[in-house]
DNA sequence: CTGAATTTTCAGAAAGTTCTGAAAATTGCA
DNA sequence: TGCAATTTTCAGAACTTTCTGAAAATTCAG
């Protein structure tokens, strides 16, 4: 590795939360130094850069592509293949969300389902069953919230982050003044233009 | 194991993405039964249930402890420690919330403000750093509304999660209310890109 | 077509992690 | 105190993941 100091410091830490993080040190570093890399680089600068065989490269490759964290460029004139991460940083968190939901909770989504369809056999089984609902409720809470929130533009999310816990003050006050001018009815949902 | 079958379905499920969201499977598989059980367990109970040594169920509670994901209760006259996990589950979630926090994104943003700090040396360090400094300004972004909001008691969270990306539509209402009070100025953000 | 440049695959080596059994330490009762 | 019940520790066995080198496959210019 002969890169610049700051360049090293990031790339290594990278590669130890990757770790963390479900994805591999070579997958965390090589998407670090792609991230920060002021131009496309191919396979052999990036064997060259992190000291790991041209296999692993290859392969780690494949993988960021699998997960949309770096895409294939191809430099005119030249045959080898190039990679870059995306520029817009908001879209890699948003690429980052999206696959580990499908990983890590998706599936768990699903074995609740199941298992909350079956009738319970015994009380004990009753019991299980009403704390996979509780569990269950919660998960989907929470991603019918991220569903509903990826799909906001950038500033929008942005707006939204800004705002945080002040958005329950607000909805407080703003339902204190509905209730003000009218007189209770069921609300219907508007679609938006 | 001689588990009821929904019971054993739901814990090697657990132990299976314990894997994937970086606790071991011994450690989520020891979760999950405890998070249906009816009641407390005991070590002996966990070694029986899941058919594995009583030495790496000590660990995985002390894991699990750490985490604050089970308590260790006392049952009157017995000597034995017994384990739960707490019974609310947002607070479960708030707690892994706040461990994953801990161990995957502060790490980062320290690093990340350490490396900004520095005088780049060169353009390329001028680049490395400008990008540094989105994803900085990225996590901190998240990090702060996550601040904010976790001090939310659990009725305000839900709601502010079953308002979701209405919010947004709510602020640009409440702006354009309140901008029928006052002077016009130039808007410096345009709506919908 | 040929062959050099490049990428991909894959068996097994290296490294990392999880798990066990045996032994040590702790606890609290008599 | 002594002792049995219980928990903890830890060296190394078992297992899993990651990484490599060598070989196969692909690509494309001539």
Redesign the interface.
Known sequence: MKL????Q??VL??GE?GS???INRTVGQIYALL??S?RPLCADEIVEALGISRSNVSMSLRELQAWNLVVLKHLPGDRRDFFVTPDD??QI?RTLAEERKK??VD??LS??RE?LM?E??????R???A??G??HA?IE??T??YE??K??????L???????????R??EA?DKVVALGRPRRPRTEKP?G
């Open positions: 610049p100091a700051m360049v410091a990031f830490h990278f939360m963390r993080w479900g991230f920060v002021p940083t908001w968190l990983r890590e599936p768990t074995v609740l298992l079956q319970p056999a015994t009380e004990e089984e019991h299980a069953q704390r996979l509780e569990m919660l809470q929470l019918n919230w509903d929130v799909g906001l533009d950038t500033a929008r942005a707006t939204l982050l800004a705002m945080g816990a002040k958005v329950t607000l909805l703003t938006r």
